[in-house]
């Protein structure tokens, strides 16, 4: 009895466990084989639902510059949450898309609490080898941030994409610590493995854009971006614009990228990159 017992409990999901969900849709889109290029965008879409779920679905599938994109990075997804309708977006994203698809998010501050907004990662290659990072450091009431890596495979050749959502009220150097949680989760496979970090990295401080770049570009990354806007929002009736959404480059080259300012779904505009297909 003992044995079972002990069974059954190592068994049971983690505390944790729930808040990682893994899935695909019933009707894949079919993928040429070997494209010239990949097409990857990072989003905060900031929870969005109703009606602006169904406009940003409709320009995942068609519009000039983010439609049809081979992997998304996405932000502020939620799941289980009153203010989204309680709906699975990223489960909601995928089955639309035809796609696979991970989420996370980091754990609620209470046990009480709704979820938290999460992350995820969509593709139309399946996902392997998916990590939940909880990011060191909290931010109000003990808000925690959380990112995602997993593992896609391109024409026999493995890459490492990673979506992430830092924290907003904490000091660069915290975030730049959250930064290293996603190059240390990196350090686990080989050095040539292409890469793809993506995400909000909230680096509005007017020291942050310097000390981003330094930090990616130690660690031999790079980024085809500048420093143009990524957010833009009203603040007493004044626009702020800043500089908060990033895509770094491991092993590959961009042939084209942009930022689509024309579409105002969310408070932060895509970026999309199309990626040479390393031959």
Request: proline letters at 7%; a positive charge; zero cysteines.
């Amino acid at each position: 009895m003992k044995l079972i017992i002990l069974l059954i409990y190592l068994l049971l999901p983690g505390p944790d466990e729930p808040l990682l969900e893994s899935g695909k849709a019933a009707n894949l889109r079919q993928q040429t084989s070997s494209p010239a290029e990949i097409k990857i965008i990072s989003y905060n879409i900031r929870w969005r639902s109703g009606d602006d779920l169904k406009t940003l679905i409709k320009l995942f599938q068609t519009d000039p510059e983010i439609g049809n994109a081979h992997i998304l990075a996405l932000q502020e997804v939620d799941r289980h949450k009153k203010r989204s309708g309680n709906n699975n977006t990223a489960k909601m994203i995928a089955d639309e898309l035809g796609m696979h698809y991970v989420w996370a998010a980091p754990p609620a501050p209470k046990p009480t609490d709704e979820e938290e907004t999460g992350v995820a990662i969509l593709s139309v290659y399946p996902l392997s080898e998916v990590e939940r990072i909880v990011l060191p450091h909290q931010g109000p009431n003990g808000r925690r941030r959380v990112a995602l890596g997993a593992t896609v495979e391109i024409d026999k050749k493995r890459w490492r994409v990673y979506s992430a959502h830092s924290e907003t009220r904490i000091a660069v150097s915290k975030k730049l610590e959250q930064f290293k949680a996603l190059l240390d989760d990196l350090a686990h496979y080989p050095a040539n493995m292409p890469a793809i970090i993506m995400g909000d990295l909230n680096t509005w401080e007017p020291s942050a854009d310097g000390k981003t770049n330094k930090f990616f570009l130690d660690a031999g990354l790079k980024t085809p971006f500048g420093g143009e806007a990524t957010f833009k929002r009203r603040v007493l009736f004044v626009p702020l614009e800043l500089k908060l959404d990033w895509v770094w480059l491991r092993g590959l080259e961009a042939a084209s990228f942009g930022i689509d300012r024309k579409i105002e779904v969310s408070d932060h505009f895509p970026l999309w990159t199309n990626l040479k297909n390393p031959k």
